[in-house]
């Protein structure tokens, strides 16, 4: 903390004092709010005073000391009164009322909205003022993190004025009362532990801290799927120890409300929002909120959807419901976000007119303009679910008379789950930009949802973070997704790019070599993944029954879930349009429909999202290269996977000036990823490329020359399995030391791998046959092969599948010397090999020459069977 000038010594010593005090484990300031010295900060005057004394306020003032203190270079301990004396002037804070009640001198806009600011630096004398003004107590904060963030090279300017594009601008959690969080992939929960809320909420604080850097005003605590238990006497005492935590940072929280509470919890016969006695229930709830957290935002609501209860089951609507909560909050201003995520789950796959995609429209568009005034439509941004990419959903078009806001994922569900480097803002400003063309008019979606096109008093954006104790999203980079959320919910006009070089400088470096290449492999990281997932509008070809996470391309066909893409031998897409497909074409305006509904103007990058074309279809938009359909699945999904191993080289180029710590965390996240990427990208080619039967004009799909199969290799305790699904694995097939112990062909060991020519080390040959009664599971096993190709130095991948529930040994060995050892202790999702496992271990600057046996030994533990899929040698890169 940095001191304010001050008379008084006893407060001085105190500011000093907690100052020097330890940090909590996981503050703001290891995020984005870490204050790097920069120049240019000691002209601004450190004689700091608040004109109210409002918490926050006063929060503000705290932050201002702290920033410019650790901005111009200065430490708490060398704060002596040359230091504060050493540019004159002052620096006042306030909210307008306040300036114009005690300092009307002084001149300032006079119609500053609430969360609006305005700074202001005037010099004159040799003195120096700085201003910091806000509509409200809020706005002071929000204009004070504006103010301390670091600008670039162009200067720091004079004034500044910006008001938030929207009123709701939240983050939702779905945090479980014991701790776990449903879709958080950066540890447990900072506000609860073993069903109640946990002791120490500094975090929370910090949490808040960060949020309001980005101006975040509201923070849904609980997850959607789980909410009925926090709805208890008990529990909401401990919620207003949360409120308490985060209100000095103007954050309101607001919980989940599960529309089945008064039956699941309340003892009721019934949760008919229309019944006397459910709307009793809702009402004592809401009154006993409001008694302990009088701030209190509001309640988020997930009904009738994927087994969740809702008012359907009374023939109620989604409005029915909304209405009555909404009522019981407007005396209070708390609001109803009613999710528009409500479909069948169960939907019959041969029906060909059914369609998930259609279900939020064909239920909310009919219900518009009866919603309550303090109801809002959270609508996901696509009409999927978070997928890599998908069209905007119809349904920001279709409700013009009820208050909407997007909701889209912070955390990174369907989009490698904080493993995968993905930079999400891009994807996000395109869906802000849309115009959905309403009536005929430009209504780009930013404008719908912030009230702007219609004229709707409530609206916004809504973020699922689902922040962790794991440095708050587990890695370092992934943090640019919740603070580029912040800076588009505060001003959606602003530039994906430009947000990274913000978060870069603030969080990185301000070097211009790293801010240049951070910023370049963020901005290339969400083409990459779709590149290796699901490119064309195929959605991420993902374990959606499960995982969410590796790939399982058939997980999303044949079931009720509705997420289908219709692949089959002759071509591939889901036919939406009016004239021949399901109909969803026709929910959008006319002019968009128009677009849809054609193949030949449908853009490329959605094409079998709305069409089911044969692998043949050429692409002849810009940027797609006249393909057909097929090539274009092998060559993007190979360059993304290459896209991939350049973001390691990327991140080792600039090691000279990053933090150690840093550099070191990240890099094994990044060479993961390329691993993984792999993984992906030979698990669609594979299956496309057996389904359509068309090969890959450049050989690469199914065909890996620089392989060697485990399956092939002389095995000593290792049995060989089929994967499942059989793509994740290459050639179907990998062995594993946990299965039943495989019995030695007739005549003595298992056969060896076929003689390799040359470098290629493709497969040639098959597994010998099991024979007899299996034996015990083998506690160590081993797969050896002989190197037969050209003498030459080497780079060595070992691809092994990493099982959650033990953690397998695994050392590998060229002619019986040890050359790597390694524990596979990073518990991947899916308890059986698949691609949600599969992992590749790279050993450097080996050198082979004919007859060199490579052999890789492994112990399983536990339920982690230490399965081996191949190796691969890898040439060494030129430098």
Request: with cysteine.
């Amino acid at each position: 903390m940095r001191l304010r000038r001050s008379l008084k010594a006893i407060p001085l010593l105190a500011i000093l004092f907690s100052a020097l005090l330890p940090l909590p484990a996981q503050t703001a300031d290891q995020a984005w709010l870490n204050y790097q010295k920069m120049n240019g900060w000691t002209l601004f005057p450190r004689n700091i005073r608040t004109l109210g004394s409002g918490a926050i306020e006063q929060s503000a003032m705290r932050e201002l000391n702290r920033g410019l203190g650790n901005l111009a270079g200065e430490s708490a301990a060398g704060l002596s009164a040359r230091a504060l004396e050493s540019v004159s002037g002052e620096t006042i804070l306030g909210t307008a009322e306040e300036f114009r009640k005690l300092r009307p001198d002084v001149r300032i806009p006079s119609d500053l909205a609430p969360g609006a600011f305005w700074f202001s630096r005037k010099d004159s004398n040799g003195k120096h003022r700085l201003l910091i003004v806000g509509g409200d107590e809020r706005g002071v904060l929000y204009g004070t993190f504006n103010l301390l963030r670091p600008r670039d090279d162009k200067g720091f300017p004079l004034e500044v004025r910006e008001s938030p594009a929207m009123p709701i601008r939240w983050v939702d959690e779905w945090d479980n009362i014991d701790g776990s969080i449903e879709r958080g992939y950066a540890g447990r929960s900072i506000f609860f532990d073993a069903g109640h809320v946990r002791p120490d909420l500094t975090p929370a604080t910090e949490y808040a801290r960060l949020l309001a850097s980005i101006g975040i005003n509201g923070c849904n605590l609980n997850n959607v799927n789980n909410a009925s238990a926090f709805f208890t006497p008990a529990m909401f005492k401990q919620v207003a120890r949360i409120a308490d935590a985060m209100r000095p940072y103007g954050v309101r929280v607001s919980l989940s409300a599960d529309i089945a509470s008064p039956q699941k919890i309340g003892g009721l016969s019934t949760f008919d929002p229309l019944d006397p006695t459910v709307q009793k229930w809702w009402s004592d709830k809401v009154s006993e909120i409001y008694r302990l957290i009088p701030d209190f935002g509001g309640f988020t609501v997930k009904a009738d959807s994927e087994g969740q209860p809702g008012p359907a089951s009374y023939g109620r609507s989604p409005a029915d419901a909304a209405n009555v909560l909404a009522a019981l909050l407007a005396p209070h201003n708390g609001v109803v976000l009613y999710r528009a995520f409500v479909y069948n789950h169960h939907l019959d796959w041969n029906d060909p007119k059914a369609d998930r995609a259609r279900a939020a429209y064909d239920i909310f568009h009919p219900l518009d303009g009866k919603f309550a005034p303090n109801v809002i439509i959270q609508t996901k941004e696509g009409p999927i679910d978070f997928q890599v990419r998908e069209p905007v959903s119809p349904l920001f078009g279709g409700i013009p008379h009820t208050n909407q806001a997007m909701e889209l994922q912070i955390t990174q569900e369907y989009l490698g789950q904080q493993r995968h480097l993905v930079y999400i803002a891009p994807m996000w400003k395109e869906v802000l930009d849309f115009d959905m063309r309403v009536n005929g008019a430009s209504t780009p979606v930013k404008q719908i949802i912030s009230g702007q096109s219609f004229h709707r008093p409530l609206g916004g954006i809504v973020g699922v973070a689902c922040v962790g104790q794991n440095n708050w999203l587990g890695s370092p980079l992934a943090l640019a997704n919740l603070y580029a959320f912040g800076r588009l919910a505060w001003n959606p006009d602003l530039n994906p790019e430009d947000i990274a070089a913000e978060w870069t400088r603030q969080t990185i470096s301000s070097d211009a070599a790293v801010v240049h290449t951070v910023v370049n492999m963020l901005m290339k990281s969400w083409p990459a993944y779709e590149n290796y997932t699901g490119p064309l509008g195929l959605q991420t070809l993902t374990d959606i029954t499960g995982s969410h996470y590796g790939p399982n391309v058939e997980a999303s066909e044949r079931n009720g879930w509705g997420q289908w893409h219709k692949a089959d031998h002759n071509g591939v897409g889901f036919d939406r349009t009016a004239a021949t497909g399901t109909g969803f074409v026709g929910q959008y305006p006319p002019e968009v429909a128009k677009i849809y509904e054609s193949e030949a103007t449908t853009p490329d990058n959605l094409l079998l999202f709305f069409h089911h074309v044969p692998y043949t279809y050429k692409l002849d938009q810009p940027g797609f290269g006249g393909k057909t359909v097929i090539q274009y699945l092998y060559d993007s999904h190979n360059d993304g996977a290459a896209q991939a191993a350049q973001f390691v080289t990327d991140w080792q180029s600039i090691q000279s000036k990053l933090d150690p710590a840093l550099f070191a965390d990240v890099l094994p996240r990044l060479e993961y990823q390329a691993g993984h990427a792999i993984v992906w990208r030979d698990a669609v080619t594979q299956y496309f490329l057996k389904l359509s039967g068309i090969p890959d004009a450049q050989g690469r799909a199914g065909r890996y020359p620089n392989r060697l199969e485990a399956e092939d290799a002389s095995l000593t305790g290792y049995t060989v399995i089929d994967v499942n699904p059989w793509e994740d694995a290459s050639h179907g097939k990998a062995v594993s030391c946990g299965e039943s112990a495989r019995k030695p062909a007739p005549g003595g060991d298992p056969a060896p791998n076929s003689a390799l020519k040359g470098h290629d080390l493709s497969r040639a040959g098959t597994a010998p046959k099991e024979s007899g009664a299996s034996a015990p599971a083998a506690t160590h096993c081993s797969a050896t092969f002989t190197y037969t190709g050209q003498p030459g130095a080497f780079n060595l991948a070992v691809q092994y599948f990493d099982l959650p529930g033990g953690s397998a040994q695994f050392t590998l060995s060229i002619n019986d010397r040890q050359t790597d050892t390694w524990s596979a202790s990073d518990h991947l999702p899916s308890q059986r090999p698949n691609g949600d496992n599969s992992t590749r271990r790279i050993v450097r600057n080996l050198t082979l020459k004919p007859g060199d046996t490579i052999r890789v030994n492994a112990t399983p533990d536990n339920s982690d069977p230490a399965a081996l899929d191949y190796i691969e040698l890898l040439p060494q890169p030129a430098n």
